[in-house]
């Protein structure tokens, strides 16, 4: 009932989906039923005539034609008076097709559904009709159809206690609704103060009557039915409602040019106020220009930093509170300028003219000259602060500068004056002599900093800086100090070189001893390290090349021995110089924290790991050899198994492509080529044995094969598949054959056609070489025909064909021929010279039960040239197969 729309307008709110799932309620529908078919009386006594029931009285076109005459005014089709079926839709359609010309898009109604009394649909066309001849017109303050109807409402029942519309249903219960509506425009007809709210029957009934009485509003809905239902049809509600807006719409007329005249008054008032509104804020807006550039022309210099800031200060709140107030109101003074001129050209009224001196250019002048006077004091400004930040940034830059430099001297004069290397050793001599060039360094890069402090004294002399004195005492005294750092440090220098020498020579010999004792030892710790670290290997190349590689090592231990012995010999050397030249040794090696005890030590454990390496080295050896022939095994089956496999998937597939003899002859050979290939089996079971003996050794690859086991198990269940599938598609071949009572000779035509244009010899065509294949057959091909084949053979879509599918196909084209021939050939001999038979020829003909059959199905069919129970053959052929079957 609910299934329509519009091209222009949705009837559709969420509250109509409500309503069609619950349409066949039967409260509802008998309130619809009542209420359109007094709507529809309403219209239809304007022509004399009216409707009882309202699915049955319209089931002929002909008074729903007359009713689409009146409400519209215009005049339809002529309508058909004949009394059949066929008459009976075509007014309807035409009626249906009024409908749609008015832009109402009806969907699912249709004739057969109003001709055969379907309440459903009827329903629904009426409630159609009504949205769009009494509803959809509606428009209330920009809101139209059932929103217009419904803001129509609640503007009339505002005023009213105890009514408050919101909907089209249960708002209207209580019967205070209809009530305030009658009240509102024909206010003697209803003592609206007398109603109560706890009496809807009263109040439904008393609406309902004198709306019928006064108002010439038939009764369309009964309070009993409104009150006893939850919630009442809101179509039926919105139906009678829409018969009180047009009864009342020229009274709402009147009340639009009220309002009309109102708003052209208010605009009118709202013009004059923004007149006043633009002279005041003009006015305004001037005054404060002219207070403000003075301020802005003022440049009186500040001496001190401080002060500048707090003019800048106060710049910087004129441009953030005061100025961004003003350049709203400037704004705005531009729009309500704007807007005023455009409604007053809109009106019709003359365009406003400011006072002299206010327009918007004068305004904007005003303002150009307060900008120029803002810029060019932010200019000032700014140059008279980086002035005072020069002098400032260099008073702080020397302070800075000169704290630096005495933290930095702090000391140094009592360090630089120490004799610590009278006992050092010569390692710490050295380290003295590093140390002291490191000052040395330091020292040279701090006398930019020198240059720089007394650089800045002398600009802050020249801008005469007011703590100059102090600035140049503090420079003079730092100047001093550095001239006296500069002589220490150069006497230091004098005596470490000279302490230096004494201890050259024993340093000599610990840097050598360090220099070939450090690399000897990492040698001797790399060569433990790997004599125990453990070895994976996968081949037997892998562990040969660990042999040899550990053959080098050994061949290394002779030239290794000696050189432990030279670095021995070197901390011999050491202790003779030390004993015999009276040398106080201030500690061990510097350069060294290994003692010969330690290099000989680990050598001797260097020793022992070797032969340990050797009986591990080669008990691995023994495993991957071992390995090595469990990868050659599997690989010799492997090799022969995985072309074997591939060999007969490729036989296969030509088989099923190329095969000859009869289809029997075709299984046979299939089953015993089947046979063959089970029989393999076993190799495949002792390639796994093989297999599982090389995944318990570990061994994860064979170069020795490009087969792997899961290759081998998916290629053998792919092989047993395609064997069982051909089969099978033989097997349906010949129960194809069969049942459609093909000979092998059309067989192997079937067979030879498909070979042809299967040109990618896949065993399937695709579309196009299916369409060629058809063609080449006889078939006068369009898109759509082709499309129908095509759903036939291939109904998943796939777009390929089988061959399994082109002979179903061929087969059934090839027996509704048979069938069709068969029917008139039976036809003929029953009927005799006759053109038509009779269900007792049939009795007489048939066996009883196939008889009784065969004339029910014939009962629809019945009668041919005034004979009862007689059929032609059409009539006969259709009652058998059905009119799309022949």
């Known amino acids: 009932m609910d299934h329509y729309d519009t091209q222009t307008n949705d009837y559709m709110h969420p509250e109509d989906d409500w309503d069609r799932d619950l349409l066949l309620d039967p409260a509802w529908e008998k309130q619809q039923r009542k209420t359109f078919t007094a709507w529809c009386n309403s219209h239809l006594r304007k022509a004399g005539t009216q409707i009882n029931n309202i699915e049955e009285d319209f089931r002929d076109g002909l008074k729903l034609m007359l009713l689409l005459e009146v409400i519209s005014g215009e005049r339809l089709a002529k309508p058909e008076r004949g009394k059949m079926r066929v008459h009976k839709i075509s007014n309807v359609n035409k009626a249906l097709d009024f409908i749609a010309s008015k832009g109402v898009k009806l969907v699912s109604i249709g004739a057969e559904e109003i001709v055969d009394g379907n309440a459903k649909m009827t329903l629904g066309m009426i409630w159609t009709i009504i949205l769009r001849f009494a509803i959809q017109d509606i428009s209330v303050e920009e809101t139209s159809a059932k929103e217009g109807l419904l803001l129509w409402c609640q503007r009339k029942t505002a005023p009213y206690k105890n009514v408050n519309i919101q909907n089209f249903h249960i708002s209207w219960k209580d019967g205070l609704g209809f009530c305030a509506l009658i009240h509102r425009h024909r206010p003697e007809l209803i003592d609206y103060g007398k109603l109560r709210k706890d009496d809807p029957l009263t109040n439904l009934n008393t609406a309902f009557d004198v709306a019928e009485k006064y108002l010439d509003i038939p009764k369309m809905l009964d309070a009993e039915d409104i009150v006893g239902t939850a919630r009442p049809d809101q179509k039926a509600i919105m139906t009678y409602v829409s018969s009180f807006y047009h009864a009342f719409s020229g009274a709402q007329k009147a009340e639009t040019a ?425 190799k495949i079971d002792q390639l796994e044995g093989d297999h599982q003996q090389i995944q318990e050794a570990l061994i994860f690859d064979n170069k020795h094969t490009n087969y792997t086991m899961e290759h081998i198990r998916v290629g053998w269940e792919q092989l047993l598949t395609t064997i069982a599938r051909t089969i099978n598609e033989v097997e349906n071949q010949i129960l194809t054959r069969d049942a459609k009572g093909i000979s092998q000779e059309q067989m192997n035509e079937f067979r030879a056609s498909f070979n042809h244009f299967d040109r990618k010899k896949t065993g399937m065509m695709d579309s196009d070489d299916f369409r060629a294949c058809l063609i080449s057959m006889g078939y006068n091909l369009g898109e759509v025909e082709f499309s129908r084949i095509m759903s036939i053979v291939d109904p998943n879509r796939f777009g390929l064909v089988t061959f399994q599918a082109f002979i179903d196909f061929m087969s059934r084209e090839t027996a509704d021929t048979d069938t069709a021939d068969q029917v008139m050939a039976s036809f003929k001999i029953l009927a005799g010279d006759k053109n038509y038979i009779t269900a007792d020829e049939l009795r007489r003909e048939l066996p009883p039960d196939q008889a009784e059959y065969c004339i029910a199905r014939m009962a629809p069919y019945n009668g041919h040239d005034g004979v009862p129970g007689a059929l032609d053959y059409m009539s006969f052929s259709t009652a058998l197969y059905g009119e799309s079957d022949l």
């Open 258 to 682: 009220a309002n009309r005249i109102c708003k052209v008054l208010a605009v009118n008032q709202e013009n004059e106020q923004l007149m006043e509104d633009y002279e005041k804020l003009a006015t305004d807006l001037l005054e404060w220009i002219r207070r403000t550039i003075p301020w802005l022309e003022n440049r009186a210099p500040e001496n001190t930093m401080q002060a500048m800031q707090q003019k800048l200060e106060d710049f910087r709140d004129y441009r953030r509170l005061h100025k961004p107030p003003k350049v709203q109101e400037k704004c705005q003074l531009e729009i309500n300028f704007n807007t005023l001129q455009t409604k007053l050209r809109l009106s019709n009224r003359p365009a406003f003219m400011p006072s002299e001196g206010k327009m918007v250019s004068d305004i904007n002048n005003a303002w150009g000259g307060l900008e120029h006077a803002e810029k060019g004091y932010e200019e000032w400004m700014l140059s008279e602060i980086r002035r005072l930040e020069r002098l400032d940034h260099l008073a702080e830059k020397f302070r800075q500068k000169a704290n630096i430099h005495e933290s930095w001297t702090d000391g140094k004069e009592a360090m630089l004056q120490q004799t610590d290397y009278e006992r050092a050793s010569l390692s710490e001599i050295k380290a003295l002599l590093k140390k002291h060039e490191a000052f040395e360094s330091d020292l040279a890069a701090h006398q930019d900093r020198v240059e720089q402090i007394a650089a800045i004294a002398q600009e802050l002399n020249e801008l005469d800086y007011y703590d100059s004195p102090s600035v140049n005492a503090r420079c003079q005294k730092i100047c001093d100090q550095w001239d006296n750092l500069g002589v220490l440090t150069q006497k230091r220098r004098e005596a470490l070189e000279r302490t230096e020498k004494l201890l050259e020579t024993i340093d000599q010999l610990y840097l050598e001893y360090a220099k070939r004792a450090a690399p000897f030892n990492n040698w001797m710790e790399g060569a433990m390290e790997d004599l125990q670290d453990t070895f994976i290997v996968h081949t037997i190349e892998e562990i040969q090349g660990l042999s040899t590689a550990h053959d080098q090592f050994k061949a290394t231990l002779p030239d290794a021995d000696k050189e432990r012995q030279a670095i021995l010999g070197i901390h011999n050397e050491v202790a003779k110089i030390a004993q015999t030249y009276h040398v106080n040794m201030a500690g061990t090696n510097p350069y060294s924290t290994i003692s010969p005890q330690e290099i000989n030590n680990k050598w001797d454990h260097v020793r022992q790991l070797v032969p340990r390496r050797d009986q591990a080295l080669m008990e691995e050896h023994a495993r991957q050899q071992q390995n090595e022939r469990l990868r050659k095994q599997f690989a010799a089956q492997a090799n022969v198994i995985g072309p074997w496999i591939q060999t007969k998937m490729q036989e296969i597939g030509r088989i099923s492509i190329e095969m000859h003899g009869t289809l029997e002859d075709q299984i046979s050979h299939l089953r015993q080529y089947e046979k063959s290939i089970v029989n393999y089996k076993p």
